[in-house]
């Protein structure tokens, strides 16, 4: 009996020798969450569609971000998202719920290559696309903006796959990046309406079929004209379902810093085909966006973003949608390390069919609210820092 107690001594003194370690704090994980006030005003036209005014406090952002290196060569990373709608849906393709984000291995092959396997961003969607969560306000239409101010069918918000699982080859050149994907997609592309005769991450008969993949090429170049300048263009095609469904997503993007200056702009379009037991539609959606971020000291940044956007349906007749939207940011830290962040924003978004007595549609967007994020780990190494 007394032999059993050492033992249970010494692996208890052991473990807590192990977690209190500093090895134990060698890998980070960070708490990142963004809590927000919304305002949402509709005009009449969108009223009369079923639109309705709201407020509400909410959670933004909320998730945990684990990483670490292994070894010289071998890196993981995982975060799980705490806020978001379905966070219990498991995808049956790659068995994870929709609250995994990330959950991924990086090993350097080379000096200048990597292979990444398991769930990473697909990077759909140029600079846009390429925003991390807490910094997004509101999306262009063709990275899934809004479906708010279309009551009917549209192809917004619905087709962006921003997180799939598969397998990333990285060519690292200096100052520029080279990626070809190739991972599970879905078959649910398109329209809001689900044509395929089986839509979504679905069994087939007891088995899945071999043909639910998306592949990509992402390439951005920053050695051209200097750090300074950079370009970013990406294609991604999948053609799942045999045939059923189709879909491409294309973007041009660059960015040019100068001082406290930074300016973006991005051309994206999207195609998408599909049908149903009686008709195919041929449907696509384009957007521009500019962005222009004035940095007006250290800790404060205020950001002017357009965009121009047009959504059309094929059909007999074809639909076609266009939107013209606007936003304004403004972002504070309370010191300069990004810890805390304090942030405004104003939306202002419109919408045109040419569809026989449409009016114009409005939405008008207030967000106001704070970010914080830390790293749970260092808190146990020392005091925080005064804020």
Same mark, same amino acid.
């Given at each position: ?8 001594? +010494? ?33 009449? $036209? ?53 609250? !995994?984000?990330? $959950?991924?291995? +990086? ?115 920053? $050695? ?27 973007? !041009? ?47 404060? +940044? ?23 939207? $606007? ?61």
């Amino acid at each position: 009996m007394g032999y059993k107690i050492a033992v249970v001594k +010494t692996l208890v003194l052991f473990f807590c020798v192990v977690i209190c370690s500093e090895e134990a704090f060698s890998q980070k994980m960070v708490l990142d969450l963004r809590l927000d006030g919304r305002g949402t005003d509709y005009n009449s $036209a969108a009223e009369a569609d079923g639109r309705r005014d709201y407020y509400k406090f909410y959670l933004q952002t909320a998730r945990l971000n684990l990483s670490d290196t292994l070894f010289e060569d071998i890196s993981y990373r995982v975060r799980w998202r705490l806020s978001g709608r379905n966070q219990g849906n498991v995808t049956k393709r790659d068995s994870t719920n929709l609250g !995994l984000d990330l $959950a991924y291995v +990086t090993v350097k092959t080379a000096p200048a290559f990597t292979v990444t396997v398991g769930k990473f961003l697909s990077e759909v969607g140029g600079y846009e696309g390429a925003l991390s969560g807490p910094e997004i306000y509101f999306l262009s239409e063709a990275n899934g903006g809004t479906s708010y101010l279309n009551n009917g069918v549209h192809l917004t918000g619905a087709d962006v796959n921003v997180y799939y699982t598969g397998a990333k080859l990285t060519w690292l050149p200096p100052n520029q990046y080279l990626a070809f994907h190739i991972a599970n997609n879905n078959t649910a592309v398109g329209r809001n309406e689900s044509f395929a005769v089986d839509a979504g991450d679905s069994l087939d008969n007891g088995t899945f079929d071999q043909d639910r993949s998306i592949v990509g090429l992402v390439y951005n170049n920053s $050695a051209l004209l200097g750090p300074a300048v950079q370009t970013l263009m990406s294609v991604h095609y999948s053609n799942p379902g045999q045939g059923t469904n189709e879909a491409l997503y294309l973007a !041009l993007g660059g960015q040019f810093t100068f001082d406290q200056w930074m300016i973006q702009a991005d051309l994206l379009q999207d195609r998408f085909k599909s049908k149903n037991l009686t008709a195919v539609y041929d449907d696509s959606i384009s957007s521009l966006v500019l962005g222009l971020q004035y940095k007006l000291q250290e800790t404060t +940044t205020l950001q002017l973003r357009l965009y121009e956007s047009q959504e059309v349906l094929g059909g007999s007749p074809d639909a076609t949608n266009r939107y013209h939207d $606007a936003g304004l940011i403004w972002e504070h830290y309370r010191i300069n390390n990004n810890k805390v962040r304090y942030h405004f924003a104003y939306f202002y978004r419109a919408m045109d069919s040419d569809i026989s007595g449409s009016s114009q549609r409005t939405e008008q967007d207030i967000i106001v609210g704070v970010r914080i994020m830390t790293d749970i780990f260092r808190a146990f190494e020392k005091k925080p820092e005064t804020l």
